[in-house]
């Protein structure tokens, strides 16, 4: 099949004409790098040459990247003739399924169900967490009694809403047989944080969250059959992207929709599933016909991205998976390769190897900097990365993450950190002093030079605010020493009582460690002396993208390789890189988790840490199910264009000793 964008030809293999060709509902499994974005974006357009009005046509995606890129990917092929808009007349509605689903539940749940009257309003992450701690407070509870903190809570509500219950018919999931108190508790919490959505706002405004979208849309399908008819009617072709990453009710809420004219047409792939922790339903894939049973199955195998040996080892690789899908093929011969560079002793070896590979690379003139991507499982193992690649002046870019030294919690520990020093040199190292008040400073700067210490007055939560720094700032202006100013008169009794024990906690700090010996220790030392660990977990949502307390692991083994507490704060402010890293996008070299790196592509790809711990999960080890691990495996060297380099290490410094990641041997090296 051929067809005409920008006055140029675009061809179609075997593959891709069938899936453009296929009527009725079909599932398209899409191998990596096979084109299924180009599929789907003209199956939008033929559809509409076959006579279905455009703006009956609807496209739904996972993220509002992606709606976007699809809205212009059509522009610039310029197939439609038009500017694509959302609710234009003559245009598909290109869309998330969150915002489907809300758009659905704004126009008619206030109607059908009157508590949620005269209208909704979302509810995002920083307000629900609130709410749970309002609710907490108000039931008497506190942190210390019970297991679930906020977003524990809030996580739990998800998964089971995921999962594909409501609260009204979730109650054996909480109270079944092999159930505990905490889940019981979990569950009173979901019954009073709905009521507390339904109270609403100060302007009546009832609360829906971002689960809720599907939830209720779902239920409210179901139980009003003529909301269900009204908005079957309002779609005759629909088109789906990345359904793999579906769960349940996304899947039944879809399914819905299309019932009356059966036109649905899903792109998915299987082996790149690695969402599960949010809910996606692998078998929605793998078992399709059994959700859509008048549905068809369609492949496309031909990888355009990857060379031979890449989608070779890739293929060997997820044949050891739990379902079975046609081996894709490469439609690039004989180039470029995998390259198993080796199990390193420790993980800052590993990536002084990675980067000297890369610096060759350049030095030879067979790459630039922008041709690298180095990927990994959890974002604390950019640390090493980032100092060699420093060391070797290569540019880089941190995507989807701040870098190492820029994140929350490593600002606070380096904060914690500086104090210490600034008390035991007497305040005298203004040097040292300017590189930690480069690293620590926000937005709205510091009341005086000593940026260390007003960075954490509160962190934990001392109830020492904004008015209580003020007054300490005073103090410090005057002359006071900033120790010395804690233990100052305050405007409040309470403020000079919290001021006080904060002062004696540091004093306490400083005498624990008097020498400067063992780094690494003192640093547990302040994690263990504030509960700092319990409660940074507590206070952010910590999910895979954001392991906090891998990082602060990841600072305690790079720490005790340091000779002084000078010689890490100056190192630190050294290393200090915003997002960007030292680099602009297009000309350096990439980091990235492998999450982050779904759906990009480049020329030279690492896939470092791979051990058994880090890839696997150790988490996924201990529930004897690294399914998953396998895919991200799999989408990580499917990256790769030309060339994939892998490694692993015996030993980091944080966890102990691993052993070589299984899936280099599943992908036929010799370990």
Known sequence: METMSNNKKIEFNEDQQAALEATGTNLLVAAAGSGKTKVLTHKIVKVIEEGFNPNRVLALTFTNKAADEMRERLEKLELLGYEVEKDALDSPWIGTIHSLFFKILKSDLPAVDPRYAPRIVPL?????KRMIEDILKAEGYEYEDIEWDPFGILRAIDVAQA????????????????????????????GLYIKMKMKGDKNNNKFVDFSDMITLTVKMFRQYPHVLAKWQSRWDYILV?????????????????????????????????????????????????????????????????SGTKIVGKSNKLIKFANFEVPD???????????????????????????????????????????????????????????????KAEIPYVIQGSHGFYFREEIKDMVAYLAIIYEIRTDHQDVETREMVNALLMTKKGFETKYGCFERVINKPNRYLGAAFVREWANH??????????????????????????????????????????????????????LDYDKWVSRNFDETIENPK???????????????????????????????????VSGKSVKLMTVHRSKGLEFPVVFVVGLCEGLLPHWKAIMSGDVEEERRIAYVALTRAEDTAYLSGFIVRNCRGEMEPSRFVGEMGFNL
């Open 241 to 305: 992207d990345e359904f793999q990453d579906t769960d349940i009710l996304q899947a039944e809420g879809i399914r819905g929709l299309s019932d009356e004219h059966g036109n649905l047409f899903f792109v998915s792939d299987c082996r790149q599933m690695i969402y599960g922790f949010r809910g996606a339903q692998i078998e929605l894939t793998t078992k399709f016909t059994d959700h859509f049973p008048n549905g068809n199955v369609l492949y496309m195998g031909l990888n355009y991205r």
């Open 328 to 390: 894709a093929e490469a439609n690039r011969k004989d180039i470029g390769g995998v390259e198993y560079l080796g199990h390193f002793e420790s993980d800052i070896e590993e990536a002084l190897v990675v980067v000297n590979t890369i610096k060759a690379l350049i030095d030879a003139g067979a790459r630039k900097p922008g041709d690298f991507a180095i990927v990994y499982r959890t974002n604390s193992q950019s640390l090493y990365f980032e100092d060699m690649l420093m």
């Open 163 to 190: 999962a594909g219950y409501c609260y009204e018919d979730a109650s054996p999931l909480f109270f079944g047989e092999d159930s505990t108190a905490q889940e019981a508790f979990v569950y009173k919490m979901w």
């Open 476 to 529: 410090v202006r005057r002359g006071v020493a900033p120790l010395d100013a804690f233990r100052s008169h305050y405007s409040r009794g309470w403020m000079e009582k919290n001021a006080s024990k904060y002062a004696y906690m540091l004093l306490g700090l400083v005498s624990r460690n008097p020498n400067n010996d063992a780094l690494d220790g003192l640093l547990a030392d302040i994690r263990d002396e």
């Open 549 to 583: 307390i891998d990082n602060l692991n990841a600072l305690q083994g790079a720490i005790a390789e340091q000779a002084s507490l000078k010689s890490f704060l100056v190192y630190a402010g050294a290393m200090a890189k915003p997002d960007d890293g030292n680099g």
């Open 124 to 128: 995002d992450e920083y307000k629900r």
